[in-house]
């Protein structure tokens, strides 16, 4: 019993202190392919070929998709804006106060719309990312991609609680 007893009061400190550490959430490897299927899906009802990327808040690649028949600047420009999306914790696409053609602030990044952040909460899991959908008749492709995107997160959103 003195054992056990003096075992527990060795512990206490310990408890406390994992008390205080943050906790973070993290995307999972089975929500960030759901959010690539339901993109690829989306874009591929409307007769778009398409490249979905996702990135964990490190810019690390989560899951990635590539379409039958998506050109190749269709990988670059979706991790051009996953990447964009994460440095900065929002939606790309050029802002409000924006003048038409300013360039990115950073190389490898994109002020081209497509790029969703995963949030869970106000905790950003990560960024998802569309490209590919082609501009017809002066209707922009940039918010396709952005539907495409959503799509990807309504498929997840069970998975991002």
Partial sequence: M?????LLIATLPMAAQADG???QKVLSLDAAQLIVQGAIEKCRSGGHKVSVVVIDP???LKAFGRDDGASLGTVQMAQAKAYSVVAFGR???PRDDQPVGTPPPLSGMTNAAGGLPIMVGDQLLGAVAVSGVKSVKGEPGA???VACANAGLERAANLLK
């Fill in 143 to 145: 918010e396709k991609d």
């Fill in 58 to 60: 490190s810019n690390t």
């Fill in 21 to 23: 550490l943050p906790t």
């Fill in 2 to 6: 003195k054992y056990f007893l003096g």
């Fill in 91 to 93: 939606a790309t696409g």
